[in-house]
């Protein structure tokens, strides 16, 4: 008998994605971004822009194995928007700044 699990198969689930997936026309909105300094949110948007390819295959990822391991409420609540967010926070000197 066949086995019903699937495993070792690496679709897409289209779920994983959120309506604010990457828009060629993104742009950073000025309120609720207290994250990051003010002069680096225009260099921020266009980085998501740039990489856009790079940030939604490690999103892919980064869910997948998520999903995989803890279940399918692993990040339920985040998007590929707000995960490029986190990547370019922690990648890029002085976007982290100290309170």
Known sequence: MPSTRGGGRYEVDMEMYDSDEYDPS???SESGD???????????????VDNADA????????????VTLFGRAFH?????????????KHTTPG???SD
Request: hydrophobic share 35%; with cysteine.
């Open 95 to 97: 976007a982290i700044t």
């Open 76 to 88: 339920q609540c985040g998007s590929a928007t707000s995960f490029a967010h986190y990547v370019y």
């Open 55 to 66: 940030c939604q295959e490690l999103f892919r990822v980064f869910k997948g194995a998520g």
């Open 26 to 28: 993104y742009h950073e």
């Open 34 to 48: 207290e994250d990051i300094p003010l002069n680096m949110r225009q260099d921020r948007a266009q980085w998501v």
